[in-house]
């Protein structure tokens, strides 16, 4: 029988037209077989199909629905309606349906690795390995689960199996795109950025518009130090939703003359990252604008100090006529930053004089060397449950120097209530009193050294050039670049950091070691 000579035939014609994307012809043909046959389950599957990659899901449901009436038990349409429920959403019922299938059709690898994608979703990471285990028992060439599975490994932390779960789909499909952007994720995670970068640059030839992959390579190559093509690849930041775009009605401002002219200066991120760059706004003031800057509230009053300032806001606040808008962490690339040429006036901010007063009487009865400690950040940053430390794992450096040293906790948010457990009555709890980043600055200011996990308070303390020890995850955040003691953004910081993933207690062992070292009158261990 020949391709068009029969139900077969239509079906088989269809499947072929399909997969070259034909899909227009492919429904023709899936129709004319359904006609012929109009019980067959495996011809309204396909024509499902159809539906599904043009996006017409409800279409697609209902020609699903339609071949398991026929077939309660087609393994295949029970897969494909559990792949339109969980796009629409209806991920418990999309698991269901995955069972079904697979129930069906034991050997069904896809089914196998679609249920597992599903119970990644519902967090049931265990089960979802399982799946992706089975499907690749039955079909070790199916790329896409050694993917999944490679998802779901990265999330639990296993980032070498994870990589290795990657380069066998790389493997399968060399063109395959999203395992190269996740290899190279994996393998910044395993502090090779420099990996990373390769793998990133293989995407971008595969896919030069791959807006995650771009925003990728810049965190890549700012953490190697290459600022200059690193903020190039930062603009993708937007197109990539790692920052939402506010702010669309005024132009944006792309290093034309400011003399005369009233620009938006924005703080995009978190607190620190306001922090950091907020030693570009003064530039801005030189080159003769009159800057408006837009930051979270708890900022406001510390960055009316910044010089070139001319007004700032609150986020949700009315502005003021401008002539154009600038989001702050573009700024570093209309500068043309680099190692060599990046602003270093530090202090560039100051706590209030009054503040600064007020806590240094509060705080001047107290004996020996007065630390500021800070353990935990933001619980919404995406890299928290990586850059925070339990504060049980600060015991050691609490302990050391005995009644040398005086603690006080500028610790804030939920992480804070850990006092009261482990280290009531060795450390002052200051949170009360740190209404805002004035506040803490000016509790800063009293301090003999501050030591703090990358979170805003690292920034508030370089900012303000006070002493910081910062203690980093394995693969920090790109600012910290690689391999150093010291930074070029805060003289004033030094850096220690894990040197296996998820080793706290070596890096506070060290931290308490430098501290007795302090104690002992070694000044030099303060800064790098």
Not at 13 to 27: F, M
Not at 252 to 263: A, M, S
């Amino acid at each position: 029988m020949t391709l068009g000579d029969g139900p077969e035939a239509d079906n088989a014609l269809g499947l072929s037209l399909r997969g070259q994307g034909r899909l227009d012809e492919a429904a023709a043909a899936f129709g004319r077989a359904i006609a012929a046959r109009p019980d067959d389950p495996a011809a309204i599957t396909n024509l499902g199909t159809v539906f599904q990659l043009r996006g017409r899901l409800a279409e697609a449901a209902e020609c699903y629905h339609r071949a398991l009436a026929h077939n309660s038990g087609h393994a295949d349409a029970h897969n494909a309606l559990g792949m339109v429920l969980q796009a629409q959403g209806r991920l418990d019922d999309a698991i269901a349906s995955y069972r079904r299938a697979v129930d069906s059709r034991p050997d069904h690898a896809s089914a196998h690795s679609n249920l597992g994608a599903a119970l990644q979703v519902a967090g049931e990471a265990e089960a979802a390995i399982a799946c992706y285990r089975r499907a690749i028992e039955l079909r070790p060439d199916h790329p896409e689960a050694h993917y999944n599975l490679g998802n779901v490994l990265h999330g639990l932390g296993r980032i070498e199996d994870a990589a290795a779960a990657y380069r066998r789909a790389i493997g399968l499909r060399p063109a395959y795109a999203e395992a190269h952007n996740n290899l190279g994720i994996a393998l910044r995670d395993m502090g090779a950025p420099d990996l990373a970068a390769e793998s990133y640059r293989r995407v971008l030839a595969l896919r030069p518009d791959h807006a995650e992959a771009h925003y990728n390579l810049a965190m890549a190559l700012l953490e190697m130090g290459d600022l200059a093509a690193g903020h190039e690849e930062y603009e993708w930041r937007f197109a990539a939703g790692a920052v939402p775009a506010r702010h669309g009605t005024l132009p944006l401002w792309r290093g034309e003359p400011l003399r005369g002219r009233t620009l938006l200066v924005w703080g995009e991120q978190g607190y620190g990252d306001v922090i950091q760059f907020a030693r570009y706004v003064p530039l801005l003031a030189r080159a003769g604008a009159q800057v408006i800057f837009e930051v979270h509230e708890p900022l406001r009053g510390l960055m009316a100090g910044v010089p070139g300032v001319d007004v700032v806001l609150a986020r949700g606040d009315a502005l003021p006529p401008c002539d154009a808008q600038i989001p702050l962490m573009s700024l570093p690339r209309l500068f043309r930053t680099t190692l060599d040429t990046m602003p270093r006036e530090v202090p560039y901010l100051h706590a209030p004089a009054a503040a600064i007063e007020r806590w240094r009487k509060r705080l001047a009865g107290t004996d020996g060397l007065k630390i500021g400690l800070a353990w935990a950040g933001n619980p919404a940053q995406r890299n928290d449950r990586n850059r925070s430390m339990p504060l049980s794992a600060c015991l050691p450096l609490l302990s050391a120097g005995g009644a040398g040293a005086a603690w006080f906790s500028l610790q804030v948010g939920e992480p804070a209530a850990q006092l009261t457990e482990i280290a009531a009555g060795n450390v002052v709890d200051l949170s009360p009193a740190l209404t805002d980043f004035g506040e803490t600055a000016a509790a800063m200011a009293a301090l003999d050294l501050v030591v703090t996990v990358d979170t805003a308070v690292a920034h508030l303390a370089g900012a303000l050039g006070r002493p910081a020890w910062v203690l980093l995850t394995f693969s920090p955040d790109w600012r910290w670049l690689r391999r150093r003691e010291d930074n070029p953004w805060y003289p004033s910081a030094r850096l220690f950091r894990q040197p296996r993933p998820g080793d706290w207690q070596a890096v506070a062992g060290r931290a308490a070691g430098e501290l007795e070292r302090l104690l002992a009158g070694d000044c030099s261990v303060l800064a790098p």
